[in-house]
């Protein structure tokens, strides 16, 4: 398994309080580079703190969390977050962007931590976007733009930097169907060109477009199946 | 593989805040505005006018003394010796000196119809005719006293008794009525910063004096021009040199002190004002540290996204310390621009060259810069403990 993109192994993270809550207690999951993998739940199962822990904005209690070959819980803040700039994208449900600046500004801020230089960011923003559809809103203030285009400047600036894993948290919960159906088609044609995502959802249709579903229930993972869909 | 800003991003990165909310940031500037702005008008008008007032001292010259009869031991009036002048004129470093008398219990009016009682505010003074040059003092209209008329009831008037008589123009008629006798008018004097005593005065030649109200010859004031390097050690030796009998009973003096004085006094005035200027600047300081706070707490899913795009503790810390710094900064620059402009404004309207000290715009900005980094650390380190977990998480 050396090209896991990220591994879990007997992964838990208990919030403190009283009584405790273990939102994930010992996951074992691997994503493999180029895979698409839903992970659905209802909620309340540790989606978003599987999530947290996978984008390395977290880590576990006990067990272990690898992004990149890198053990996350032994990385200091500046080492994890090199790894989050470096090779990670995150597409939020609520998109995240900055309405007043233009949608390839937003984009240019996925490689702001890098230490990109800025005409690089925004040759790379405008190539991002048009990977999304968005070629003709490169300079349209983010705020101006409809929801699903919101959506897909964020799924620009997660691809901006070539990631090794693009996480999206149900990145269709902000949207109607319709539109929601589109952003799927895109997230299925990045993962034909090679994408490797992980996408967090308690969506039905959204996990049914996965060809590889695993299933959360109170902190564990019941289910891990493959569809049998290909990219 | 470490995360990294350019250091040409940070500025942009700093400045998302007051580009977001422009009003609100140009309002938390404002008490450092007024602070700086407070310091940098105080120093420079005080700097204006003290270069004024020093320049002025220079023009009149620092090298003047007089030299007057004072009392002697037992508290009666001490006189000056009659050959007082030639002693002094004696003395190393001394280089115009003349002698003056006032010719006490005279009156001075315009007509001789003027009742006695409503005489008063002009004296007589006998003087040599070399006052003008020792004094460097101009004539306002007409000419001054020379050899000939000193020994004729002529008279010039100095500016306020010129004023007080109602005499703006001299002309061959011009006459007053000087101790029960005509004196023709020759001239009036303008004013003497240095010599006010003069300005009040009706002068006239010592041989008239002598010669119609019987002056004594003992002068009762000398002005001496000594040479600038030495005019400290000459104050020290015209006591002497004046009345080398009774060297206690001379008072001699530097007018120029009385200006210098002056220097001292606004002084004080100003560091008053500047403390006023430094609680505005504190002020203002916790100003941007409260707007600095309000902007995290609003800002924290930015913060969030940051976090989640890659950023560390540090650049976090990083942003937030120089937004801070920013708004100070933009606070001080305003603030320079207008204590400078009231300066200049104030400058103008006195009339001085406008001098707005290089050391008041630099404290003011290092205080500035100083209350930028102290007003951001707080809100700054807030900012990059928050947990970027909790950050996204939208109410």
Redesign the interface.
Known sequence: MTDAVLALVQAARTYPGTPPVESLRGVDLTVAAGEMVAVVGPSGSGKTTLL?LA?G??RPTSGSVRLAGHAVEDLT???L????????G?V?Q?F?L?D?RSAADNVA??L???????SSRRRAAADALDRVGLAHRVDHPAGKLSGGERQRVAIA?ALVGRPALVLADEPTGNLDSRTGGQILVLLRQLHADGVTLLVITHDAVVAEACPRRVDLRDGRIVADTLTGRSG | ??????A??LLP?AS?GM??RPTRAALSTLGIAIGVAAIVGVLGITRSSQADLLARIDHLGTNLLTVANGTRIGGDEAKLPTSSATGAARTDGVLKVTATAGVPRLQVFRTDLVPAYRGGGVEVRATEPSLLDTLDGRLATGVFLNDATARYPVVVLGHDAATALGIAQVDAGTRVWLGEHWFTVAGVLRPFELAPEIDRAALIGLPVAASYFGYDGHPTRLYVRADTARTVPVAGMLARAVNPAEPNSVNVSRPSDALASRLLVADSITSLLLGLGAVTLLVGGVGVANVMVISVLERR??I????????????ITVQFMTESLLLSLLGGLTGVILGAAVTHAVAAYRGWHPLVPLSAVGGGFAATLLIGVVAGVYPAVRAARLN??DA?R?A
């Open positions: 947290n984008a904005l977290d803040d500046g080492q977050s090199g790894l989050r700039a470096h090779t990670l995150v939020f609520q995240f900055m007043h801020d996925g702001l931590y890098r230490g990109v230089r800025a600036r | 593989m470490r995360s990294r800003v350019r040409a991003d990165l998302i580009r977001s899913t930015e969030g996204l940051r976090r989640a795009l890659g950023a560390a503790r540090r650049h970027p977990t996204l939208t």
